[in-house]
Nanobody
Framework: QVQLVESGGGLVQAGGSLRLSCAAS????????MAWYRQVPGKQRELVAA???????NYADSVKGRFTISRDNAKNTVYLQMSSLKAEDTAVYYC?????????WGQGTQVTVSS
């Protein structure tokens, strides 16, 4: 079992920045990949960024060059640094972990970008 707790969401003006954090606990040594997804009402949850245990990263085209995913192994925490935020980045952001074929989700944190 892996438990994920997100923090750092909030309201920000367009062009601003936010950093989301996802603290992992439990059987974290089995985690192969961690990621951030986002979802707006009426739409499917979409991948924003992911980082593997080997530190490979990938990003949605819509956030490349603006968002950066990173992790601090000592703190068992994954971050999503978001810059140059746009109104269309408004969503609930979810932390995700994959461990031994199981998928785990955090409770989500709201990010609202005002234009």
């Amino acid at each position: 079992q892996v438990q994920l707790v997100e923090s750092g969401g909030g309201l920000v003006q367009a062009g601003g920045s936010l950093r989301l954090s996802c603290a992992a606990s439990g059987s974290i040594f089995n985690v192969n990949r961690m990621a951030w997804y986002r979802q707006v009402p009426g739409k499917q949850r979409e991948l924003v960024a992911a980082i593997t245990s080997g530190d490979s990263t990938n990003y949605a085209d819509s956030v490349k060059g603006r968002f950066t995913i990173s992790r601090d192994n000592a703190k068992n925490t994954v971050y999503l640094q978001m810059s140059s935020l746009k109104a269309e980045d408004t969503a609930v952001y979810y932390c995700n972990a994959i461990a031994r074929g199981y998928v785990y989700w955090g409770q989500g944190t709201q990010v609202t970008v005002s234009s």
